[in-house]
């Protein structure tokens, strides 16, 4: 039950960060099956914080935190998952242009 859970929030906040203005959602340009599966944007799995870049360049991305904390920035390379951290502590983090 729990992984079911863990797999409802995953591709809620994908399908969210698909349907989100703005947002660095290109779909991969390779169609195997490892880029297929990758998240492109922001996302959780109950534990962490991730940001998918799906392109072909080094993006700058915004992270935002929950808390009050203020917002830190960071290059990200191209077709690449970040760790950002834990995602009780990240509440968002989105692609604001090049590095």
Known sequence: M????????????ALAGALAPGAANAA?????????EMICGYAENAEA???G?????????KIDYHHGWASTYMCVP???ETHLG??????????IGLC
């Open 78 to 80: 191209p077709w690449s």
């Open 86 to 95: 834990s995602d009780d502590n990240i509440s968002n983090a989105f692609y």
């Open 28 to 36: 991969p340009a390779d169609t195997t099956p490892a880029a297929a």
């Open 49 to 51: 914080a991730y940001y």
């Open 53 to 61: 870049h799906c392109g072909d360049t080094w993006v700058h991305i």
């Open 2 to 13: 729990k992984n079911s859970l863990k797999a409802a929030a995953v591709g809620l906040f």
